[in-house]
């Protein structure tokens, strides 16, 4: 956390404006690992190599590695697997391994570093010795708008066999730097590099801030003796054993919350005690097990007016323990139908007031609602929704369902917006293990249903994920809709 205080002190002390690039390396510096590896495993899994073609391009990975063959023999090889191949399929791999692979691997550090370039108004981009297939979708996801890549040819949109030069290595990253600094009028003297490794010295020494992030032991020595700032993170890769248990223990212990609130059923034969019991302590104990803070704001909406239908932005399996913890009592949920088939935890979910839909059958789900509305009007319970309708794999929104707008109309409740900002820094889709993390939380103020109708539906949905997106910065807060409150 000290090392990552520093680079945004760093950042903040410098001039703002396009002048100034901050560029990224991509392997090891914007995810943890070698995207190569995912490329490779996408490659084999839809049939684009062949025994032979895998054999040489694994045997030419291991040669690279042990420094007896060159980066330019490496891409010769992987090219020559790839030829008479349409470039369409590797965009199609590309778009594929993001959302599987690559997306849960972003150091949420870094998404930080790029934030603050952002908000200096800097050139921000990307210079990688991959290809464009491995960084492209990361990069928008990012919100990096230049991409400089080692690239393959390609003519009649198939691959030849060939790789385009000067590759994306080496002295050829200076070029493709001063080929972005000779496109945007960024001054390289006042700019930013940063690298996870040695390989990346010569672009290093050409900017006027190189800055080492978890770099090999070879950049870390040359960092030492030059007097650069380095810094390291763990919130990605490979977890301690520690972190394995206790994210582990995390999921037992939701196991071990409604166990012990059965004696407060028992003992009071008030199923609705024993459940509120039973939240609130899986939500404590949770985030003590996973080291995760709340940093909230708008609190008070969260008790101003209830019952109603809490929806929330879902990007994480933390969001559960997230939104258990803010809302504590008297809640209810809608989850996925196959939420049924987890051992165990598909019972307790369901002890533990989660209403099962298909998402399929609108039909069915609709059907699914009506003991939620009747569960609002006659119990006084409230109803919490992801309007998603399943895990994003970033923190961007995804299309909004219209069934929790259905639900608060039938019920005639208020809308009350979660606003989750980082949760995907906890545990990313795709990730078994939770990190300690703080997660910040706008709770957006209850939203008057009463005037709405099914006909405009539609422009509820709307109104309501455009301030979701202006509260998570994805939109200007100009462009947010005034709604009755």
């Given at each position: 956390m000290a090392a990552l205080k520093q680079l945004l002190?760093?950042?903040?002390?410098?001039?703002?404006?396009?002048?100034?690039?901050?560029?990224?390396?991509?392997?090891?510096?914007?995810?943890?690992?070698?995207?190569?590896?995912?490329?490779?495993?996408?490659?084999?899994?839809?049939?684009?190599?062949?025994?032979?073609?895998?054999?040489?391009?694994?045997?030419?990975?291991?040669?690279?590695?042990?420094?007896?063959?060159?980066?330019?023999?490496?891409?010769?090889?992987?090219?020559?697997?790839?030829?008479g191949v349409s470039e369409q399929t590797y965009i199609d791999i590309g778009e594929h391994m993001y959302h599987h692979h690559i997306a849960r691997l972003i150091y949420p550090e870094a998404r930080t570093l790029i934030d603050a370039h952002r908000a200096k108004g800097h050139t921000l981009a990307v210079i990688s010795s991959a290809t464009r297939y491995q960084v492209t979708q990361a990069a928008e996801e990012l919100g990096i708008e230049h991409v400089l890549c080692?690239?393959?040819?390609?003519?009649?949109?198939?691959?030849?066999?060939?790789?385009?030069?000067?590759?994306?290595?080496?002295?050829?990253?200076?070029?493709?730097?001063?080929?972005?600094a000779s496109a945007t009028g960024a001054k390289l003297d006042q700019s930013f590099f940063y690298s996870d490794s040695h390989d990346d010295l010569q672009l290093l020494d050409h900017v006027g801030h190189p800055q080492p992030l978890n770099p090999n032991k070879k950049l870390s020595a040359i960092a030492n003796s030059r007097g650069w700032d380095c810094a390291s993170f763990d919130s990605r890769g490979r977890p301690s054993l520690n972190r394995l248990v206790r994210s582990m223990a995390v999921t037992g212990s939701m196991v071990s919350s409604f166990a012990a609130g059965m004696p407060v059923w028992a003992l009071t034969g008030s199923?609705?005690?024993?459940?509120?019991?039973?939240?609130?302590?899986?939500?404590?104990?949770?985030?003590?097990?996973?080291?995760?803070?709340?940093?909230?704001?708008?609190?008070?909406?969260?008790?101003?007016?209830?019952?109603?239908?809490?929806?929330?932005?879902?990007?994480?399996?933390?969001?559960?323990?997230?939104?258990?913890?803010?809302?504590?009592?008297?809640?209810?949920?809608?989850?996925?139908?196959?939420?049924?088939?987890?051992?165990?935890?598909?019972?307790?979910?369901?002890?533990?007031?989660?209403?099962?839909?298909?998402?399929?059958?609108?039909?069915?789900?609709?059907?699914?609602?009506?003991?939620?509305?009747?569960?609002?009007?006659?119990?006084?319970?409230?109803?919490?929704?992801?309007?998603?309708?399943?895990?994003?794999?970033?923190?961007?929104?995804?299309?909004?369902?219209?069934?929790?707008?259905?639900?608060?109309?039938?019920?005639?409740?208020?809308?009350?917006?979660?606003?989750?900002?980082?949760?995907?820094?906890?545990?990313?889709?795709?990730?078994f293990i939770y990190r300690a993390a703080t997660v910040r939380v706008d709770i957006l103020p209850p939203i008057d249903t009463s005037s709405w109708r099914a006909a405009t539906v539609n422009k509820h949905v709307a109104d309501v994920r455009r301030m979701m997106q202006a509260a998570l910065g994805q939109v200007s807060p100009s462009e947010a809709p005034e709604v009755n409150q």
């Open positions: 002190k760093n950042i903040d002390q410098t001039e703002c404006g396009p002048q100034v690039a901050a560029i990224f390396d991509f392997d090891g510096t914007i995810i943890a690992g070698w995207s190569a590896t995912a490329f490779v495993r996408e490659q084999v899994k839809r049939g684009q190599l062949s025994p032979q073609g895998l054999k040489d391009l694994l045997a030419a990975m291991v040669s690279f590695s042990r420094g007896s063959l060159g980066f330019s023999g490496l891409m010769l090889v992987s090219a020559r697997s790839m030829k080692s690239r393959f040819e390609i003519e009649n949109g198939q691959f030849t066999g060939g790789v385009e030069r000067p590759l994306c290595f080496g002295e050829g990253k200076v070029v493709a730097a001063q080929n972005l199923r609705t005690k024993a459940q509120n019991f039973s939240l609130s302590l899986f939500g404590d104990t949770a985030s003590a097990l996973i080291g995760m803070d709340l940093e909230v704001t708008g609190e008070q909406h969260l008790w101003s007016q209830r019952p109603a239908v809490f929806v929330f932005n879902h990007q994480s399996k933390a969001d559960l323990v997230i939104i258990t913890k803010l809302l504590r009592r008297d809640i209810s949920a809608i989850g996925k139908q196959e939420i049924r088939k987890l051992p165990v935890i598909g019972k307790i979910l369901e002890m533990g007031g989660v209403v099962t839909i298909d998402r399929a059958n609108s039909a069915s789900a609709i059907e699914a609602m009506q003991p939620l509305v009747d569960m609002m009007k006659k119990g006084g319970k409230s109803v919490v929704v992801a309007p998603e309708g399943t895990r994003t794999v970033s923190t961007a929104l995804a299309p909004f369902k219209k069934g929790p707008f259905h639900l608060a109309m039938q019920a005639g409740v208020p809308m009350v917006p979660i606003v989750i900002h980082n949760a995907i820094d906890v545990a990313p889709k795709g990730d």
